[in-house]
């Protein structure tokens, strides 16, 4: 009897405790700009009562910066799994998903998964949100006014001084990121893209200062996106959505600017992003509660047409918008998966020289 009074006891005041705690529930998701279906978050807050705060970021420099102090705040991170992420799981930084809380895990492709199993043994700490890989952004028409011969697939295009040199005049832009660029400059050069050789970086450096006087802008992704869209360069190495984002921009506005996404022939380098939860999590059951949201296929079709990147849930292709579905720029064919590389985590003395180089990059010397 009193075992009954205590029980009913306790579960009032669970419940008087849960709806103000529910209330005010807090998820803090930092992520990539330009990088979700706004639509999803206001479900996901309407579905189950939580507040989204949102951050954004547009390198992993600037998402390594955050975490390093530690404290971050944020429940969900969405780490490239190569280095970022690979480095975070190996530090601990990170929470062990718990699988029973995420039922719609299974979702993912299992090859995929696989993939990403170098930077996570087991996969016990990321889910996969979305990938895509490394290359140009292009207005074919301007490249062919002051280059009418250049080759349009290959890195020669920005990274011949000769073709920079002319392409100078509609515009160059390079993403602000030594840790997502210098992989595709080094496999352009034919050297091990991870840079751990001193000789490696060093020539990659030569390559880089040698195109550096026609470089218009080393700017953020983000804003690389914004301006390529207007048409502002002719030319941008930065990441495949954000072109073809860029490209769906342009044809809108309709004022004839018309951009194209090159994977570069010499091998692009492919990443996948993780939708990860830092071990300090303010609320890491809100965080796994998004993940599952999340990989809901009608979910993630939705964020796929927003974005135009990739996702790993195979049910959700045929949701996904025809033409976003069809370009293989966004979907890349098997053919184009063979040329693409997978960059890995580099010694710390390497890494040193790699930001040293950056800086000199920057500096144009
Ligand atoms: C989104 C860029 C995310 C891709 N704007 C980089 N992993």
Redesign the pocket.
Known sequence: MFRRFLAAALCATAMMAASPTQAQQTLNVYN????IDPKAVQRFQTETGITVRYDVF?SLETLEGKLSAGRSGYDIIVP?SEPTFARLVRAGALRKLDRAQIPNWSNQDATLLSRVESSDPGNQHGAIY?Y?TVGLGIRPDKVREVLPDAPLDSLDLLMKPENAKALSACGIAVMDSAI?VLPSVLRWLGKDPNGNDTADLRAAEQAMLAIRPHVRAITA??SI?DALATGEYCVALT?S??VIQAKARAEEAGRGVAIGYVQPKEGAQL?F?MLAIPADAPNPEAAQRFINFLLQPAVIAGVTNA?H?PNAVPAATPLVDEAVREDANVYPTPEMLSRTFVATVMSSQAERARSRLWNRFKAGR
């Open positions: 990539w700009s330009d990088y547009d490239t979305l895509g997502d992704s983000g996106l990441y959505g954000d990443w992003d974005v990147y």
